[in-house]
């Protein structure tokens, strides 16, 4: 690879604004700024590209191979990743984050795509992780201990301070949704739930 590491953060962005159609330039700039390595834990990785079910190795430590719109496994045996960026930068996005904004991670995972709403909320705003899973909790503390405007709590995301935020996004399996996430909202805040449903048989029609 001859493209330098820098460089390749900076062409991932502009990808990512092409594949998820992004309006914030911010974002953009955040996702050409945060080092995916630094979350992800060291390589090789096991990676995965949609709609492929079947991860592959990369074939060295090189983090440019992050730099793609690849999911990264955390928990291979659990089939538990560092999402897709296309589709998280599109959700986050949608949010139309500003400066200043108070911002929930619910499902935080190792806090990388806490970090690129970190940085474009700035540290005149407020972000708030949440991971039930401890280790993972663990890790996103120390990932995102350089953003001092930024939180991890261990937890599920049911006590929650009311009309607090701005923006929340539960980056993580919900099959609906608590009355504890919308009073977590400031008036006009946001709401993103990707809900999980289960899928008929294959063989029933």
């Keep these: 690879m001859s493209t330098s590491l820098d460089e390749a953060r900076a062409e991932f962005?502009?990808?990512l604004r092409r594949l998820?159609?992004?309006?914030?330039?911010?974002?953009?700039?955040?996702?050409?700024a945060v080092p995916r390595e630094d979350f992800v834990g060291p390589g090789p990785w096991k990676i995965l590209v949609l709609p492929d079910v079947a991860y592959r190795d990369t074939p060295d430590a090189d983090?440019?191979?992050?730099?793609?719109?690849?999911?990264?496994?955390?928990?291979?045996?659990r089939f538990?990743?560092?999402?897709?960026?296309?589709?998280?930068?599109r959700w986050l996005?949608?949010?139309d984050l500003k400066a200043g904004d108070r911002f929930l991670?619910?499902?935080?995972?190792?806090?990388y795509y806490t970090a690129i709403a970190a940085e474009v909320v700035s540290r005149s705003g407020r972000v708030l992780a949440v991971e039930v899973d401890a280790t993972l909790a663990e890790r996103a503390r120390r990932n995102l201990g350089r953003y001092d405007h930024a939180?991890?709590?261990?937890?599920?995301?049911?006590?929650?301070?009311k009309a607090a935020f701005d923006a929340i996004l539960v980056n993580a399996g919900a099959t609906h949704?608590?009355?504890?996430?919308?009073?977590?909202l400031r008036p006009g805040g946001r709401l993103l739930v990707p809900l999980t449903v289960d899928l008929p048989d294959k063989d029933v029609v």
């Design 13 to 15: 962005a502009e990808s």
């Design 93 to 95: 996005d949608a949010f």
């Design 151 to 161: 939180t991890v709590v261990r937890g599920d995301g049911t006590d929650l301070e």
């Design 177 to 184: 949704v608590p009355p504890s996430w919308p009073a977590a």
């Design 80 to 89: 538990l990743n560092n999402g897709e960026p296309a589709t998280l930068a």
């Design 63 to 77: 983090p440019r191979h992050l730099y793609g719109n690849v999911l990264v496994a955390l928990d291979p045996s």
């Design 20 to 32: 998820a159609g992004l309006r914030s330039e911010a974002l953009v700039h955040a996702f050409g």
């Design 105 to 111: 991670h619910l499902g935080c995972g190792v806090g």
